[in-house]
């Protein structure tokens, strides 16, 4: 009897979490910057087989399914925070014997791939958007031709050219591969929902901010077109869900093309579909938020990070606290409630100088929060100590100035001039004993979220 030959193979996947992981933000929704390159590679590569290993699973349970589907290539995406698991995931995939290329992805993969590959047996680190990069990739790999020259990548002989960013954004990720029943949301009015992405990338560039993957070239904003969006909410719909997050970065970037999502969500005329989304402060009208209500958009998450002009513009954010409360008031007008997300002491540079958040100005901020709570401005509330993350511009600011540091309490923060961490722990510990007071108050603690809760009350006590 002759052997059959094993199709090519290709495994996708996120660290495994474990099944604990359930109830936390890593299990809201699959990796959908997976679920894109597959849904691109597959129409280009119909001889392949793609499968998706997803963060809920164990590592025992990780390993054994790339043993069983004895992959050619085996591609791990993951973000900095991951790093540790992600490359003993990583040493323990390798150390299954198996004879296949392994591939590093997601943003450490971009921000950091020399860190991935002295450290790890990573072959090839993709940098920046993957799905026309990993289909060249795989074309070479299946024709034994060499890789080492592919642009969007970079390996232990060479760093290769950036490569050009998708402008035609029009397809669907692989939502065939998902059981939506393994994903749950923390804050949702729906039983079932899944993220979507209307637009990809964000106009400006707040210091805070680790974007690297999109912003490595331009343009920085590209958009769906309001009939592709609709289509995937209608296949959305007919797989069951009932809630969207429309999870770009920002949805109303661009409000007369905003308008027009809204105008062919609305034609679609599916009952009971509910939706959330991210909105900037300094783009919103009165037309605009009728028609977010008019399509049963029930949430917004807005980041205001501070209730302070001078440390708005400090950070890059174009937008002043006016905009926030003018913005704040025209949803409530409109029935729609908001998640608003506060940061205290942050950091920047002006004209060679570094300048930072005061404790005076956090508690003007802090003191905004309570009274949106209070006035029904704002719902929900996340209220952070600013961590200069890798990639961001902050990140090389704490560098420059040397003021990064740990606090065994709050986590990752900064060491700032005429500021305490005594005091950073007390505004950390009050924001939060904030965040919980106002759950309890509205009856937010449900059986959904009170994993998160009880863990943020552990944490408070703790400090």
Partial sequence: MVATKKKFTVVFADPPFGRESRGEAVSESPNLGILYLIGYARKRLPEVNFFYLEPFLSMAEHLQKVSELNPDVYALSFTTPRRDLSFETITKVKGLGLPMLIIAGGAHATIAPLDILKNTAVDVCIQGEGEETMVELLQKIQANLPITD????????KSNRVRPLLLDLNF????????????????????????????????NYCTYCSNPVWKLAKPWIRQRSPENIADEIRYLYGRGIREIYLRSDTFNVDIKWCLQVCDAIKKLELKGMTFQCNLRADKLNDELAKQLHDINVWLVHIGLESANDRVLRGIGKNATQADNVRTLEILRKHKIKVYGFLMLYNAWETNGNLEHETSKEVEVTLEFAKNCLRDNLIEYISWSITNPIIGSKLYDIAQKYDIAVHNIKIGNCMRLSGVSEQQMVEHVKQGMILQLLNGIQKGMITKKSYKRAAQKAVKILNM
């Fill in 150 to 157: 592919l642009a969007g990548t970079i390996n232990r002989q």
């Fill in 172 to 203: 669907f990720p692989a939502w065939d591969l998902i059981d939506f029943e393994n994903y749950d949301v923390a804050v949702s009015k729906k039983k079932r929902m899944a993220y979507l992405l209307p637009i990809r990338g964000c106009p």
